[in-house]
């Protein structure tokens, strides 16, 4: 079975600054995809990046990006400029389009703060 | 607003109780996930529908049910409701069964059980 791990339970970042959450996953797939949720305090699930395992290329949107190493099984999320609106609890989630179960499976979530 | 509708957005009831939480998927979507959340255990999948048609079943536990009607609307019923099952619960939605866009997540219902 496949499974999400987010080795930070918490994190905090600089206003304007740049910060990195890790997420590792395990499969034996070739072909899957990736996300980032974000979970704001007002707790509505929202779709930061996604990330398609047969394409090299690191996924970008606005300020979020990706660091796709599929061989090391490592799909980072990296936010730049950081604003306090960022400030939230982040999910790592993988998806397998050939799965019995077509659903996501999310790791434990990253709690991150922003310091103005 | 994500297009995802969930009601009640909060539900305080007393243990031993029935509920029922109803989820309308955001306009297209044919597919419908519930998941749960709690603090314990993260996020965790109980079933999806598709289209009608049950597709995928998590983590359910067997007093709890779900159906997806015509108009695809999906509701999910928790029985003899015990003081653990206070918790989050989602509904998502996405176009595909495989969901391989990414789901489009409604605001949750807080289940609280006293």
């Known amino acids: 079975a496949q499974t999400v791990t987010q080795s930070q339970p918490e994190m905090s970042v600089q206003e304007a600054e740049t910060v990195t959450l890790s997420c590792t996953y395990d499969t034996s797939e070739s072909d899957y995809y990736l996300f980032w949720y974000k979970q704001p305090p007002s707790r509505q699930m929202i779709l930061v990046i996604r990330?398609?395992?047969?394409?090299?290329q690191n996924a970008t949107e606005n300020r979020f990006s990706v660091n796709f190493q599929k061989a090391a099984k490592s799909f980072s999320l990296k936010i730049s400029d950081s604003q306090l609106g960022d400030a939230a609890m982040y999910f790592c989630?993988?998806?397998?389009?050939?799965?019995?179960?077509?659903?996501?499976?999310f790791g434990k979530g990253t709690k991150l703060s922003v310091k103005p | 607003d994500s297009g995802v509708t969930q009601t009640p957005k909060h539900l305080i009831t007393a243990t031993g109780q029935r509920v029922t939480l109803r989820c309308s998927p955001r306009?297209?979507?044919?597919?419908v996930y519930w998941y749960q959340q709690s603090l314990d255990q993260g996020l965790q999948f109980l079933i999806q529908?598709?289209?009608?048609?049950?597709?995928a079943k998590g983590n359910i536990l067997e007093r709890f049910s779900a159906q997806q009607f015509p108009d695809l609307h999906s509701e999910l019923n928790l029985s003899s409701l015990e003081l653990g099952d206070s918790a989050l619960y989602f509904c998502a939605s996405s176009v595909a069964a495989g969901g391989i866009s990414g789901y489009t997540f409604g605001s949750g219902t807080r289940l609280t059980v006293v």
């Open positions: 306009s297209g979507d044919l597919s």
């Open positions: 990330q398609e395992a047969y394409k090299q």
């Open positions: 529908y598709y289209n009608g048609e049950e597709r």
């Open positions: 989630a993988y998806n397998s389009p050939t799965g019995s179960q077509g659903n996501l499976i």
